[in-house]
């Protein structure tokens, strides 16, 4: 199983300057309100990109290590660039692109990943590897969109596969839906790959846009929203369902003022013994 995929070095940049600003923040915020803390700490970002909330997780824990792994050169070059600011927390970055890791066994204190691979297979990977990297009572934090999101995209999806008689996108807009975690479903692969005392918090929320071709070519859309429904269906060959999609946001929302559905989810788990 992977990490997210490579960011292009064309693409970190606005992935630091807009994604995370506008859209990796909502993740990051539920699980910096979620993290347990005492002075002192190792913990392990898997999949930081830029480093996104590296620094504010070193802040809260004051001494220790954290170790980032991401597939993308250029997104840990940016990374550590970031990190020479910081004291107090050494912050060490490594290029990763598969789980396992090669990180050692019952190592971290915390062990965190925000926005993962959508897939319930790359979840369970991840929650696999996590509890091979904590100590004991060790805590993993996992933020990620829940079932409900993107709701509108999904609807309007939905819609061309009537108009178009699309069985076979119908059938595959079935099964992403239902692989979107549910509360339960989440608590349920966490308590599997051998955590206790999880906590599941929500925090549904709206992305404003304009018109459709705003939507579209927003960075969060391009960066992080098409790329996970692409995961999802099993297939890259959307852009005429996509190209309906921006038509009818501008039929149905000719004034702008579209809005955008995010469940975020963070869930909390305690390795148990």
Not at 69 to 78: C, H, Q
Not at 179 to 205: C, K, M, Q, Y
Not at 228 to 253: F, N
Request: glycine letters at 8%; proline letters at 6%.
């Amino acid at each position: 199983m992977s990490l997210p995929s490579c960011l292009s070095v064309g693409d970190v940049a606005t992935w630091d300057a807009s994604v995370v600003h506008r859209y990796l923040s909502l993740f990051g915020e539920a699980a910096l309100d979620m993290l347990l803390t005492a002075r002192g700490g190792d913990l392990a970002h898997l999949g930081c990109r830029t480093g996104y909330p590296d620094t504010l997780f070193a802040a809260r824990l004051g001494e220790g290590t954290l170790v980032g792994l991401d597939p993308s050169p250029a997104a840990l070059e940016l990374a550590r660039k970031k990190a020479t600011r910081t004291t107090g927390v050494s912050i060490e970055y490594r290029q990763a692109d598969r789980l396992p890791t090669d990180l050692p066994d019952a190592r971290f204190t915390h062990v965190v990943s925000l926005h993962p691979e959508p897939l319930p297979a790359s979840r369970r990977a991840l929650a696999d590897e996590m509890a091979r990297l904590l100590l004991p009572t060790g805590q993993a934090l996992l933020a990620l969109p829940m079932r409900g999101s993107f709701q509108e995209i999904v609807d309007l999806v939905r819609e061309y596969t009537v108009k178009h008689d699309d069985v076979l996108l119908s059938r595959a807009l079935d099964e992403a839906i239902a692989a979107r975690p549910t509360v339960d479903s989440l608590n349920e692969e966490l308590e599997r790959a051998g955590f206790s005392h999880v906590d599941i918090d929500l925090w549904p929320t709206v992305i404003d846009f304009g018109s459709g071709r705003e939507l579209f070519d927003d960075p969060i859309v391009r960066l992080a929203v098409i790329p996970e429904l692409e995961q999802l269906l099993g297939r890259d060959d959307l852009d005429e369902p996509l190209a309906y999609v921006k038509e009818a946001i501008d039929c149905y929302w000719p004034g702008g003022g579209f809005e955008l559905t995010v469940n975020v989810g963070c869930v909390s788990g305690r390795r148990m013994g």
